[in-house]
């Protein structure tokens, strides 16, 4: 992977120790992506006048991202990545949904669309549908441009349960749940499916160019590392269903790919740890506290039981989601009771020497950790 964004010194300390995450190799201190997005100063290219161009369109897509991560500041284990999407319901727009767009709120939706699951025998991305012509455009154009540049990410993922209720409704899938348990099976295998068929035809258009693989969550590999269980669904269901009807796709999905990472979306989620930590190949767990909740440092016991369940685990902080944190107190409480080599810390903050500070004082804390008698 090669960037000019990031000195060469610093660029292959952080695929070192990246890849050593993964390997459970990290030594010292934590994983540490830390950026300051807007740190250059300069104007962003101009957007086209709709929502859904300004979506869609892939040279100002390309040249906005091209602005974003040339204007950041990169510090730590941090690289400039491109999550190329259209929104967290591009999947169910692939199987035949529409789409609607809103730039303001970093968001799109699609309406649900099926009525009878007997209409639906076998769900299928047809090569001609527009939303998935869309995105491999913006996928491709980001491969060839980000190629010594950034790395391009695979996609965020919204399948499994979570793509049957944008299709569906949540509503009515939570009654077939009940109802007709085997035909929501029958879709989950569909699911599964598709989902390997979209992680292989997009590995074969970003792996050749030799920048390695990431995704929305940060991190970094030369191997396939994709985030799965995009389930947010999985917080109106108990732990039964969870284990009916989705724990096998989250399994199968980990299985197909080298390194994953489970987005374990807020308190509603916890009920189905237990099971998650029993996959053998899942290697890391996101917590996401949600917005306006305390904070990750108030979390130890979750975060000691992930890491005492064999999974290394990610906190961020991130606008509404922690980015006003005191990161004093946060890196000595994380640092202090967790084992920081299995520890992935992400944030994004709003100058260069907050960033600088972040990860002198973690590798100060961690230094001191190691010498301090037993």
Avoid at 113 to 125: Q, V
Wanted: glycine share 8%; hydrophobic share 40%.
């Amino acid at each position: 992977m090669t960037t000019p964004w990031i000195p060469e010194r610093q660029l292959q300390t952080a695929l070192l120790r990246n890849e050593a995450f993964w390997r459970g190799e990290l030594e010292e201190s934590p994983l540490l992506w830390v950026t300051v997005p807007g740190a250059v100063p300069g104007a962003p290219p101009a957007a086209p006048p709709t929502d859904e161009e300004q979506w869609t369109d892939v040279d100002y897509q390309i040249a906005k991202i091209e602005h974003a991560l040339s204007h950041t500041y990169f510090a730590a284990d941090a690289l400039p990545i491109h999550n190329p999407w259209l929104g967290p319901d591009q999947f169910a727009a692939w199987l035949g949904g529409s789409l609607s767009f809103s730039t303001k709120d970093n968001t799109s939706w699609t309406m649900p669309f099926i009525e009878d699951w007997a209409d639906f025998p076998d769900f299928r991305i047809r090569s001609d549908n527009r939303w998935w012509r869309a995105y491999l455009a913006i996928l491709s154009a980001s491969v060839e441009r980000g190629k010594g540049r950034w790395v391009t990410a695979y996609p965020d993922l919204h399948t499994g349960i979570d793509g049957l209720g944008a299709m569906r409704g949540p509503e009515k899938l939570m009654l077939d749940l009940v109802m007709e348990p085997a035909v929501i099976a029958r879709a989950m295998g569909q699911m599964t499916r598709l989902w390997r068929e979209i992680v292989d035809r997009v590995s074969d258009l970003i792996l050749p160019r030799g920048q390695g693989t990431t995704n929305w969550t940060y991190g970094w590999s030369e191997e396939r590392f994709l985030c799965v269980g995009q389930n947010d669904f999985s917080c109106l269901i108990s732990p039964a269903m969870f284990d009916q009807f989705v724990l096998e796709d989250t399994r199968a999905s980990c299985e197909h790919v080298e390194r994953s990472i489970y987005h374990l979306d807020g308190p509603g989620a916890l009920q189905h740890l237990p099971r998650l930590l029993e996959l053998e190949s899942l290697d890391c767990v996101q917590w996401i506290q949600g917005a306006g909740a305390p904070l990750p440092s108030e979390w130890l016991s979750l975060l000691r039981r992930i890491q005492d369940g064999g999974k290394s685990v990610q906190v961020m902080y991130s606008g509404a989601h922690g980015g006003h944190a005191d990161f004093r107190q946060e890196i000595d409480a994380l640092c202090g009771a967790l084992d920081p080599t299995r520890l992935f810390i992400a944030a994004d903050v709003d100058s260069a020497e907050k960033a600088d500070f972040i990860v002198l004082h973690t590798q100060e804390v961690c230094s001191e950790r190691r010498h301090r008698p037993r």
